[in-house]
């Protein structure tokens, strides 16, 4: 199991190192989240023990099932919605979260990371499929006044930003959609200089090359390592 693991990383490394040389980027400027989602904390075990540093998680009752959070040796990410009752436990569980998507949820976060004693690390996520299923902002202008508060919330610190692509296989809806939040990466960085936007985690097992193209410094990869979710 763990040499089928360690094959599954360095082929995706590889895939990713590929990418970013056919468009000029350095393969070093992507990092790599695997996405553990219905695995078993043996497999997230055996993934690390490969080196894997970086962990991502969409629901807290599965965190809080699967993972030991005070001898953890990997950082991990809630990237999956969260519901404002699942706060408090997901500040607790994770190292960030990284699929806020109002001020309210924010205020939440913030709020909980200050009675923890610290300050959790959070990606704002963008809709830019605008599919209904999917959580994000859906507009700029919510979004632009998101960001003219975000700043002032103790106890949160923003990174950057998050989106998930297009369900269908059309490539270039998916070029568009993750040009989107790259052009929003850079109109936030000039409006917000004061703000960090420096992560844009975009791209999973179907579509990570698309989104390296389009300047995805995260990739969320879940089935090419670990195999099919049951
Ligand atoms: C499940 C999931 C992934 C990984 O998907 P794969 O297709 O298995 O690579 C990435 N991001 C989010 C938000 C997910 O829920």
């Not at 923890?116 to 006044?145: A, H, M, Q, R, V």
């Amino acid at each position: 199991m763990n040499s089928s693991y360690a094959s599954n990383l360095s082929y995706v490394k590889q895939l990713i190192a590929r990418a970013a040389e056919s468009c000029g980027r350095n393969g070093d400027e992507i990092t790599l989240m695997a996405v553990s989602k219905t695995h078993s904390i043996e497999a997230i075990n055996a993934m690390a023990g490969c080196g894997q540093m970086l962990f991502g998680e969409n629901r807290i009752q599965e965190i809080e099932k699967k993972f030991d959070t005070d001898s953890r040796s990997f950082s991990l990410h809630m990237i999956g919605h969260l519901q404002s009752n699942k706060v408090k436990k997901a500040v607790a569980l994770v190292d960030s979260i990284d699929s806020v998507d109002s001020l309210k949820l924010a205020r939440l976060i913030g709020k909980a990371a200050l009675h923890n004693g610290k300050t959790i690390d959070i990606l704002i996520e963008y809709n830019t499929s605008k599919e209904e299923s999917k959580s994000g902002f859906l507009n700029e202008d919510e979004y632009y006044s998101f960001l003219d508060e975000v700043g002032s919330i103790e106890g949160i610190r923003v990174k950057g930003l998050m989106t998930i692509g297009p369900l269908s296989p059309d490539e270039k809806a998916t070029h568009e959609a993750f040009a989107t939040l790259y052009r929003l990466q850079q109109r936030s960085i000039q409006r917000h200089p004061e703000l960090d936007f420096g992560v844009l985690s975009m791209g999973m097992s179907q579509d990570f090359v698309i989104a390296i193209q389009e300047g995805s410094t995260m990739v969320r990869i879940g089935t090419a390592l670990f195999g099919k979710r049951e």
